[in-house]
C-alpha cells in the first residue's frame, strides 16, 4: 500500500479541522450521557425495580445500527450535528447507567453508616462520599462510551455530519488510500488520547487511591 506523504503534509490543517469535529461529535454525546445517566442512576440504585426496564431500553436502543436511528432523527433535527450526537447519547447511556448503579453499589453500607452518623444528609452524603468512591466505576464506562463514539461518528458523513468520517468516504470515492489511512489512523490517535486523558482524570479524582498506592 502506497502512502502519499506529501498530500497529508498539504492537508494537515484540513485533517487537525475534521478531527477537532471528530471529537466534539464524538465526546459532547458522552457528556450528555453521563449528565442523563447520573440521577438515572441514583433513581435505579435507589428503586431497584426501575434498573431492569431501563437498562432493557438502553441495550434495545444500542441494538439499533446507527445509520436507521440517522435516518430516524434527520426526519425531525435534519443534516445537522444533533442528528448524530443524538442518537450517540442514546447508545452512552447502555454503557453509563449500568456503571453509575455498579458504582454506587460498590459503597459499604458501614460507609454509608459512618457518614450518616457524621451527620450527612442523603444528598450530602451521596455528593461527597458515594460518588467520589463510584468513580472509578463510573469513569470505566465513560472510557468505553467515548472510545465506542468516536469510532461510531465516521458513519454520520453518510449524513454530512462525520468529521474524519468525510476524508474515509473521500478517499473510497476517490480510490484514494493515502485519505481513507490518514484518517483512519486519526480515529485511533483520538481514542487513544482521550483513554489516556479520562486515566488521568480518574487519578485526579481520587487522590486517595494514589495515597493508598504510594503507601
Known amino acids: 500500500m502506497d502512502i502519499d506523504w506529501g498530500w497529508i503534509g498539504d492537508h494537515t490543517g484540513t485533517l487537525g479541522d475534521h478531527a477537532l469535529i471528530h471529537i466534539r461529535l464524538a465526546l459532547l454525546p458522552v457528556l450528555f450521557g453521563l449528565l442523563i445517566s447520573l440521577p438515572l442512576g441514583v433513581l435505579c440504585r435507589r428503586w431497584q425495580w426501575m434498573f431492569p426496564p431501563v437498562l432493557t431500553v438502553a441495550n434495545i436502543l444500542y441494538a439499533i445500527p446507527s445509520l436507521a436511528l440517522y435516518m430516524v432523527f434527520v426526519q425531525y433535527t435534519g443534516l445537522t450535528e444533533a442528528t448524530v ?26 460507609v454509608r453508616q459512618a457518614a450518616t452518623a457524621m451527620g450527612f444528609g442523603p444528598l450530602r452524603r451521596l455528593l461527597q462520599v458515594e460518588l467520589p468512591i463510584a468513580v472509578p466505576i463510573v469513569i470505566a464506562g465513560v472510557r468505553v462510551a467515548a472510545v465506542s463514539s468516536i469510532s461510531l461518528v465516521a458513519v454520520g458523513q453518510l449524513i454530512g455530519q462525520g468529521g474524519l468520517g468525510y476524508d474515509i468516504l473521500r478517499g473510497y470515492q476517490l480510490t484514494f488510500q493515502t485519505q481513507m489511512v490518514a484518517a483512519s489512523v486519526l480515529i485511533v490517535l ?23 498506592g504510594a503507601s
Open 85 to 110: 450526537m443524538i442518537p450517540l447519547t442514546l447508545y452512552s447511556l447502555s454503557v453509563l447507567v449500568p456503571n453509575v448503579v455498579d458504582g454506587l453499589g460498590s459503597v459499604s453500607e458501614p
Open 190 to 212: 483520538l481514542a487513544l488520547v482521550t483513554d489516556a486523558v479520562l486515566v488521568v482524570v480518574q487519578r485526579l479524582l481520587t487522590p486517595w487511591a494514589r495515597a493508598r
